[in-house]
């Protein structure tokens, strides 16, 4: 591992775990019985065949002229790494607005969004008991308490992990 990852190996964990306005696109679920790499528009049959030799003698690391499931699933595994490192790398570089090879606290707070939406209606209508836009101390106390209540299905005082998995059924 060089310098430069390990510098940023944090902010790489952190990436992965990002909201959806900075998080990579979803991989899709493997595909079984499909090339690994399409062929991409305008390339020829031989080059698509020799294209398909070279993953397949990557794919092979015991040269045994067989892919096991092993294989196929380290080979796999070993791109997606590749993919997340190499797109970790440019997030960090987009944020990194000095080019110093560090972020700053100001460049880091760029991770997290800020045009997040939150409505608040449904919160505020049941809450708001005597209607005046806001919730006192006594209506918040009120809507935690009956919350208590409704998950504390027999009464004892206790919320347990069974009332609380009885809830979601």
């Known amino acids: ?7 940023f190996a944090p902010v790489c964990l952190l990436i992965a775990a ?34 398909a030799a070279q993953e397949f003698t990557a794919i092979d690391v015991d040269h045994d002229g067989k ?9 796999r595994h070993a791109r997606a790494v590749g993919i997340a490192r190499a797109r970790n790398t440019r997030v ?3 944020l990194d607005a000095d080019h110093n090879g560090s972020l700053s606290r100001e460049e880091f707070a760029r991770l ?5 939406k939150v409505d608040v209606t449904p919160i505020m209508k049941q809450t708001d ?41």
């Not at 591992?1 to 510098?7: F, I, S, V």
């Not at 959806?20 to 528009?41: C, D, E, I, R, S």
């Not at 892919?67 to 080979?75: N, P």
């Not at 997290?112 to 997040?116: H, K, L």
């Open 129 to 169: 008991r005597n209607g005046d836009g806001s919730i006192s101390a006594t209506e918040f106390t009120a809507m935690a308490a009956e919350g208590f209540a409704r998950r504390d299905r027999n009464g004892d005082g206790t919320v347990t992990p069974d009332e609380l998995q009885a809830l979601g059924k």
């Open 67 to 75: 892919v096991t499931a092993a294989e196929l699933e380290s080979y």
């Open 112 to 116: 997290a969004p800020t045009d997040i």
């Open 18 to 51: 990002a909201p959806p306005l900075l998080a990579a696109p979803k991989t899709p679920a493997p595909v079984a019985a499909k090339a690994m790499v399409p062929a991409p528009a305008g390339i020829t049959r031989e080059k698509a065949l020799h294209n």
């Open 1 to 7: 591992m060089n310098m430069m990852y390990l510098r």
């Open 92 to 94: 960090f570089e987009s």
